[in-house]
């Protein structure tokens, strides 16, 4: 079927008769200046009936706005009259095409072609195609229990003309009729192979959020206690972990050989380090320590059978969350680690080479763990060990601080660390990044001094500098 859609005409003609079906040739077709263009719709059906045709696509004003709106579809339903029922969706697709008008003579005896004259009505750039599913059509139809028959309840379901008061207070005999917008959620075919679901055998009736069964790790989580039991050996199912993973015993030597030396480490200090990738740390470390999930050493792996509560030394491991707040005019001063976008997952398998898995590598493990005089926070929040804050003003603070007496306890707070140590060290910090910032800019030391042809490196963020100030006075609030 194929219906006008503008005004603008664009149309060729041909003409020619010949009077031998065996010698019979066509003429090139003749270009008029006229325009018209059609739209066609693969109607999925057989037409006997233009009016009722259109009756089923909504009407001929349904089908000039779906004409005439981008990427909308045209719906088809196959009883209009009926607002139970659920339509068929047409796509539309461009296409190059045009429709010919073809005149074929005949002879009545033997019906032997005469003539055969082909002209061209009009060009056609748009299509609708009714490639999709429809929806499950149910009907408003119920079945008594005493007599088995069926019967339409329509007219009692949808109220027709004006209506009284009494069709609602007054009591009939009607069963209810609620059906939903959609039954399928989609109108393609999905190719996907569905599976038994996996899930761990529960009483519990609410099933809200159960999706398939966790994956499992087998890593040690505790919540900082003074009263909790350290573990002094990881899970036997680590170790079936590990191995299915394939990790070698060098990378796996590399980890222990650290944390023999230093009993408590973050796993980015661990990756920088070792030079071991993330994704094969995940499975190391629960095998050699178990992990604070809060407390002084939160993030923090820490050797099994060491208890940092009852070794004073260990108040150099404690964690130090340091952040800078970033206002109007300051998103360049440093980067976040993590973006939000959405990630769709690629389904397509992706072939990578030895050197794409080393560039890989080496971004996983780009962060330092270190802060330094003369470089600035590689991101907005950063999680740092005190041993591993190179200041030498903070350094000298943790040797000073006096040694407790025998049978005390760390403070479940602030660990061996007196109270309001982690806001002086802040501070500190801060001013550090403020003469950073207005000495070099937001660029490291090293960069600027390599960097001989900016010589106005001091200037160019000279109007920055009364914002700043509250920028870093902000950074010791930390949320």
Excluded at 240 to 263: G, H, I, M, Q, W
Aim: contains cysteine; proline residues 5%.
């Amino acid at each position: 079927m194929t219906l006008h859609s503008t005004t603008n005409f664009f149309g060729f003609d041909v003409d020619k008769s010949t009077k031998s079906n065996k010698n019979r040739k066509m003429e090139p077709m003749r270009l008029y200046n006229s325009y018209q263009t059609f739209v066609r719709v693969e109607y999925p059906g057989i037409v006997k009936n233009v009016d009722n045709m259109l009756a089923t696509l909504g009407g001929i004003n349904t089908v000039s706005e779906v004409f005439s709106t981008p990427n909308r579809r045209l719906p088809l339903r196959f009883s209009p009259n009926n607002i139970f029922c659920k339509p068929a969706y047409g796509d539309q697709q461009n296409t190059t095409g045009m429709l010919v008008k073809v005149k074929i003579r005949k002879q009545k005896n033997n019906n032997k072609i005469i003539s055969a004259d082909a002209s061209i009505v009009a060009m056609v750039d748009t299509s609708y195609e009714f490639n999709s599913l429809s929806d499950f059509q149910y009907l408003a139809i119920h079945k008594d229990s005493s007599s088995s028959a069926a019967r339409c309840i329509y007219d009692d379901v949808v109220p027709k003309g004006i209506l009284e008061s009494s069709w609602i207070t007054e009591e009939k005999s009607i069963p209810y009729f609620l059906v939903p917008q959609a039954f399928s959620r989609f109108d393609t075919p999905l190719q996907k192979l569905f599976k038994r679901e996996l899930l761990p055998e529960s009483n519990d009736d609410n099933l809200i959020g159960k999706t398939r069964v966790r994956r499992q790790k087998h890593a040690t989580y505790l919540t900082f206690s003074l009263s909790i039991k350290i573990p002094e050996k990881p899970h036997p199912a680590s170790f079936d972990y590990l191995n299915s993973n394939f990790v070698s015993t060098e990378d796996y030597a590399a980890v222990k050989d650290l944390l023999d030396k230093r009993p408590i480490a973050t796993r980015m200090y661990i990756a920088y380090e070792t030079k071991i990738q993330l994704s094969k740390l995940k499975y190391i470390l629960p095998t050699l320590a178990y992990y604070f999930t809060t407390g002084p050493w939160r993030v923090m792996w820490v050797r099994f059978g060491y208890d940092p509560r009852k070794d004073f030394e260990s108040r150099y491991y404690q964690q130090f969350d340091y952040r800078l707040r970033t206002q109007v005019g300051c998103k360049d001063l440093v980067d976040l680690k993590r973006t939000n976008k959405i990630h769709v997952p690629n389904t397509k398998p992706v072939r990578q080479t030895i050197i794409d898995r080393e560039i890989v590598r080496k971004q996983e493990i780009s962060y330092s763990p270190y802060f330094e005089i003369g470089s600035l926070p590689q991101s907005r929040q950063c999680i740092y060990q005190y041993c591993d804050i190179r200041v030498p003003k903070i350094q000298e603070m943790l040797d000073k601080i006096p040694t407790p007496s025998s049978g005390a306890t760390c403070n479940e707070k602030s660990g061996w660390l007196p109270l309001g140590f982690d806001d002086l060290c802040r501070d500190i910090m801060s001013g550090i990044i403020k003469e950073h910032v207005l000495k070099y800019g937001f660029t490291s030391a090293e960069q600027t001094d390599n960097d001989s042809g900016d010589s106005d490196a001091d200037d160019n963020y000279g109007d920055e500098t009364e914002d700043l100030d509250q920028q870093i006075n902000d950074s010791s609030d930390v949320d």
